[in-house]
C-alpha cells in the first residue's frame, strides 16, 4: 500500500487536477512505474510500458484493477480521505511489483497538478526495495 497526499488552498478536490505517483530508479527515463490519481472523482490509472498512454479503464475504490510488466493497482483496499478543511486529499493505492522485470532499490516521488497548470514538480517522498 502507498499513501499519497496533496493539498490545495482552494480546495483539494475543487482545485487538483491530478497526482502522478511515479516508483522508479530515477525521475527521467528509466522503466517506472507511474500512477495517475484524479481526486475529483476518485479514480487511478497505470501509464502502460512504453509510457504513452494509460493502460486501461479507470479504476476505483472497490474493484477492478491494471497491470504492465512492472506493477500492478487495485481498487481493492484503495481509499480516499478528505482533511484540513478540504484542502488536503490523502488516497491508499495498493500496489505490487514484479521483482523480474522491476527489482532493486526504487525512489518513490509525487507530482501534483491543479487546474490552473501549475504543478509541484518531483517530489521525493521514500525509498522502496522491489524484491
Known sequence: ???LAAAHPG???AQLNM?????????????????VYVPSVNLMNL?????TALAGAW???GGGSLSNSRCSISG???AQS???QGRMVSVTIPATFNPATFGGLKRVYA????????????VQGATWTVQ
Open 11 to 13: 480546495g483539494a478536490l
Open 59 to 61: 479504476v476505483g475504490p
Open 82 to 84: 478528505i482533511s484540513d
Open 76 to 78: 481493492i483496499g484503495m
Open 111 to 122: 507530482n501534483a497538478f491543479d487546474n490552473d497548470g501549475l504543478l509541484s514538480h518531483w
Open 19 to 35: 497526482i502522478h505517483l511515479l516508483i522508479s530508479d530515477r525521475v527521467v527515463g528509466g522503466s517506472p512505474c507511474q500512477v
Open 47 to 51: 501509464i502502460n510500458d512504453d509510457g
Open 1 to 3: 500500500m502507498f499513501a
